[in-house]
């Protein structure tokens, strides 16, 4: 059965960095697109950043741009993202997915908090 397993979640003070990792095993990776979603309490959950299996694609939302950096290891089965001049804004359960375009199969981690405070 295929899982993702999160790591890296932490609390930062605001302008820090801190990278998530996203380990796969089960399913094969590479065939997979990745992506990064977040959510507060009390809302939705909401797409973050996202990667092409070929990787020379990439999209996020407005509020990330310039600051977020999704990255995969396809050899290590491993997503990451990168996050740098973190806000408070920030703060979140953050997910990682994979998901198969042709068969509709999806995975998803189990979360790891980030909380940006001083």
């Known amino acids: 059965q295929g899982q993702l397993v999160q790591s890296g979640g932490a609390l930062v003070q605001p302008g820090g960095s801190l990278r998530l990792s996203c380990l796969a095993s089960g399913f094969t990776f590479s065939s997979y697109v990745v992506s990064w979603h977040r959510q507060v309490p009390g809302k939705e959950r909401e797409f973050v950043i996202g990667?092409?299996?070929?990787?020379?694609?990439?999209s996020y939302t407005d509020s990330v741009s310039g600051r977020f950096t999704i990255s995969r290891d396809n050899a290590k089965t491993t997503a990451y993202l990168d996050m740098r001049n973190l806000e408070p804004e920030d703060t979140a359960v953050y997910y990682c997915?994979?998901?198969?375009?042709?068969?509709?199969?999806?995975?998803w981690g189990q979360g790891t908090q980030v909380t940006v405070s001083s």
């Open positions: 997915e994979a998901r198969h375009l042709s068969t509709g199969a999806r995975y």
């Open positions: 990667m092409a299996i070929s990787e020379s694609q990439m």
